[in-house]
Structures are given as C-alpha cells and as structure tokens.
T-cell receptor, first 111, second 117 residues
Framework: GNSVTQMEGPVTLSEEAFLTINCTYTATGYPSLFWYVQYPGEGLQLLLKATKADDKGSNKGFEATYRKETTSFHLEKGSVQVSDSAVYFCALNTGGFKTIFGAGTRLFVKA | GAGVSQSPRYKVAKRGQDVALRCDPISGHVSLFWYQQALGQGPEFLTYFQNEAQLDKSGLPSDRFFAERPEGSVSTLKIQRTQQEDSAVYLC???????????????FGEGSRLTVL
C-alpha cells in the first residue's frame, strides 16, 4: 500500500543552520507530494507541494524536489529561524480521497 | 469565520460515554475530511464527504464511529461507547474541489483532543 516514511525527530538546530528533513514514499502510480507544517497551537497548513517528477516546490525559504528515481521528497532550508520551530509532515496523494501522512518530524530552533 | 472551526477543542469522557465532535468547514468548500491523530503520529484518514454525500468511510475504525454532514456544510463525528484507545486528536479538513490532488491543499482545523478515562 501507499506509505510515507520521514526521519524521526526531534531535530534541534541553531538559528541560521541548514535544515534537511528526509522523506521517502511508496506509492502506486504517480502521486502528488506535500509538506505540511504545524506550528504550536495551530492546525496543519500546507507548506509546499509538487505534482510530478522533478518538480520543485518552494515557500518561505523551504524547498523540496520530487525525485521519482529515489522516491524521495526531502525538505530543505538554507538558514532556519526560531520561528520555524514546528512539526513538519510529509504527505502524498494518488488522486483519490485519502492523503497519506508521515509520522511528523519536530524541529526545534535555538536562538 | 475564515478558517475551519472545530469544537470542542478538548473533551474528556469516561469510558462508555458517547461523544460528538463538530466541524465547521470553510464556506463553499465541497470536500470535508476527518482524520485521527494519535500522539506522536501523523494524521490517519477516517472518512470523506463531498457535499452531503459520504463517499468513503473506509478509515473509520469500528461501527462505534459515525459521521454525518446532512446539509453539506457542518459535519459531526460521533463516537459511541468510547474506549481508551479512542483517545486522540480528531482533525477536520476541507478543500474547495472534489479531488484533493487537483487542488493540492487541505485546510485543517485545530483539532478536538479527546481523552477517554
């Protein structure tokens, strides 16, 4: 079945450090891929998406590239801020009603 | 309101009690989803509505779980005879279109945290 695996957290970084959160997926067909973010006390919100191989999604300085050959969609940011502290969820959808989420990776950024 | 609204935000129930969780989606959104999020896990799909029609309920864990959206807007998730394993955050999400992947974006509420004692 379809599934998403992302790196376990928590990830603790100092401000201005480089961030990578790994995400790999298993899916039939050609899924769309997403990163959602959940800030403390808030609901999940879409951070970025990519709908086909080699697409790069980007938003708020975050980027992720849809790599079909490695079935990956790793999230990166060149310089994190304290305000980026949140839980990040990788997700996929194969065109149906169900979006499949990973377990989430908690990020702490220290000043 | 501008976003997806859920109530109550927190609910404590004794084992065996019935609970009802409400979701008010973004106005005009056709699609409505319920997800269950256990502690430290990602959201797990429960059920999907397109307007008032429940098109997929394959994720509901047992027949104690029931969801409805009678007028195609507000939805209620009801859990009968609650058990401790039902303790989780229940998330509601909506989207404008009828196919999630084509729109690419689910709008989530803040969730209802259920604790069953």
């Amino acid at each position: 079945g379809n599934s998403v695996t992302q790196m376990e957290g928590p990830v603790t970084l100092s401000e201005e450090a480089f961030l990578t959160i790994n995400c790999t997926y298993t899916a039939t067909g050609y899924p769309s891929l997403f990163w959602y973010v959940q800030y403390p006390g808030e609901g999940l919100q879409l951070l970025l998406k990519a709908t086909k191989a080699d697409d790069k999604g980007s938003n708020k300085g975050f980027e992720a590239t849809y790599r079909k050959e490695t079935t990956s969609f790793h999230l990166e940011k060149g310089s994190v801020q304290v305000s980026d502290s949140a839980v990040y969820f990788c997700a996929l959808n194969t065109g149906g009603f169900k979006t499949i989420f990973g377990a989430g990776t908690r990020l702490f950024v220290k000043a | 309101g501008a976003g997806v609204s859920q109530s109550p935000r927190y609910k404590v129930a004794k084992r065996g009690q019935d609970v009802a969780l409400r979701c008010d989606p973004i106005s005009g959104h056709v699609s409505l989803f319920w997800y269950q999020q256990a502690l430290g896990q990602g959201p797990e799909f429960l059920t999907y509505f397109q307007n008032e029609a429940q098109l997929d309920k394959s994720g509901l864990p047992s027949d104690r779980f029931f969801a409805e959206r009678p007028e195609g807007s507000v939805s209620t998730l009801k859990i009968q005879r609650t058990q401790q394993e039902d303790s989780a955050v229940y998330l509601c999400a909506s989207s404008f279109g009828g196919r999630v992947a084509s729109t690419g974006e689910l709008f989530f509420g803040e969730g209802s945290r259920l604790t069953v004692l």
